[in-house]
């Protein structure tokens, strides 16, 4: 007789808490204030047509509220209704027509606010709210045009200040609060970047597999945005970069409408946006499969430097490490080569190598592809930290039009990207799959 056994297995994924977020935003700020973020507005395309929308990402770090129309009042030291959502009200018809609305109801019992008004009776409101606080804070950065009516409602507080009202004192920026909170990834964070990696390994693979020799640009793009879709990547975390020959060494090259052609490399940087967070990788391959003499010694100094650049990315180095390393193994590279000429030294120095290399080894990387955090502190180049999470991405760009070059290197333009956390003891590549070695590369497109 067999008894069988029922396996159970506890599915256990990391949820986001917005709720400690706006309590550990609440501890930093300082007492007696308000906190107010704004959705990001709705943008027109052409009449009756919108652009898909996106919320703000800080709005969104905060609530997990998704529609527009809407602002968040986060009051740490107020004895009750410490966050309240101004949202859009509940519409049949408009709903009908344009999708689901939480209305005040959903904000209070789906998405945790004490208290939610509609956002019609903002004006109304908000001086009531901001009445008595000293502190504002608002992003400073964020195009939502907020700041105009933070000034409307002190305003119409100070009206009313013989009749005993008192209006907030200081206005401060949110920014480098919040931004320093993203810049840390949480474990739930990380959970889902890697999810966003792994959909676009699979396109970058994807891609690799279709390309031949007579396809258009567009159509390689086509690749990648069916992967990032099928796999519930709604959209890319930015616009696609497809270019093939000459259009490789074009940095922020979007048109993508070339024929790719035999004997060329195409550059492809793509990455999908999942769950509000951001992939970018980067891969040059040749379109018939095959590296030539010339493009495989110019992908060797970059892989090089990529490899070298990633293993100064160790928790307590300094940013610029990695960005210096590229620089030096570049230089050695074009100079083993006769792309340059001189010492070592002198090109570093003078910059020389830029009209090859002219951007930096990478960025950070979170909800937004070029994310918060700022670079320096107190004037020097901050440390790395476990948790932060970047890209490393170091090129080598040749135009046609490059003067003093031999033809031979000409329309070679060649970078390598992928995205990497900061772990305890040293870093851990997100996007550790995507064919990367010339070999990797050449039996991926051959495949
Ligand atoms: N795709 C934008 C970047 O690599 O920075
Ligand atoms: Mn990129
Ligand atoms: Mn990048």
Redesign the pocket.
């Known amino acids: 007789m067999f008894i069988q056994f029922a396996l159970i297995f506890i599915i256990y994924t990391m949820e986001i808490n917005y709720s400690e977020r706006r309590s550990s935003l609440s501890a930093k700020a300082l007492e007696d204030s308000a906190i107010i973020v704004s959705s990001a507005t709705v943008k027109s395309r052409i009449s009756d047509t919108d652009y898909a929308y996106r919320q703000d990402s800080n709005f969104y770090y905060l609530s997990g509220y998704e529609e527009p129309d809407s602002l968040l009042l986060i009051r740490p030291s107020a004895d009750k209704d410490k966050y309240i959502i101004f949202c859009r009200d509940r519409d049949p018809l408009r709903e009908q027509w344009d999708g689901f609305r939480s209305g005040q109801e959903g904000a209070v019992d789906r998405y945790g606010a004490d208290k939610a008004f509609s956002i019609n009776s903002l004006d109304e409101v908000m001086p009531k709210m901001l009445e008595g606080i000293k502190n504002i804070y608002f992003s400073m950065s964020a195009p939502s045009g907020v700041d105009q009516k933070v000034k409307k409602w002190i305003e119409s507080i100070r009206i009313n200040t013989r009749a005993g009202a008192e209006p907030p004192q200081n206005l401060l920026s949110l920014d480098n609060l919040i931004h320093e909170m993203r810049l840390i990834k949480e474990d739930a964070e990380i959970d889902i970047m890697k999810k966003a990696a792994s959909i676009t390994t699979e396109a970058h693979i994807r891609a690799m597999q279709y390309v031949k020799p007579g396809m258009y640009e567009y159509q390689l793009e086509a690749e990648y945005l069916y992967a990032f879709n099928k796999n519930g990547a709604r959209s890319p975390a ?1 616009n696609s ?1 497809v270019g093939g020959g000459n259009n490789s060494c074009i940095l922020h090259y979007v048109e993508n409408n070339d024929e790719l052609k035999d004997g060329d490399l195409v550059l492809v ?1 793509a ?1 999908c946006e999942y769950e509000y967070y951001a992939s ?1 990788v ?1 891969r040059t391959f040749p379109v018939n499969g095959k590296f030539s003499a010339e493009q495989k010694e110019i992908y060797s100094i970059v892989l090089e430097a990529h490899h070298q650049s990633m293993n100064q990315a160790q928790p307590g180095n300094k940013w610029n490490l990695m960005h210096e390393k590229s620089v030096e193994v570049i230089v050695e590279g074009l100079l083993s080569l006769g792309l340059l000429k001189g010492s070592k030294e002198e090109i570093i120095e003078k910059g020389e190598y830029s009209k090859f290399y002219m951007h930096r080894i990478g ?1 950070w990387l979170g909800m937004d ?2 994310d918060v955090g700022s670079y320096k502190q107190d004037g020097d180049w901050r440390k790395l930290e476990k948790g932060m999470v970047m ?1 490393i ?1 170091p090129g080598i760009y040749i135009l046609d039009s490059l003067e003093g070059v031999d033809d031979k290197w000409k329309g070679i333009g060649v970078r390598i ?1 992928d995205d990497i956390l900061v772990t305890d003891s040293g870093f851990e590549i997100l996007t550790p799959d995507v064919p990367r070695t010339i070999e990797e590369v050449e039996q991926t497109v051959q495949g």
């Open positions: 930015y970069i940087d990455g970018d980067t960025h592809v070029h890209t991405e990207e």
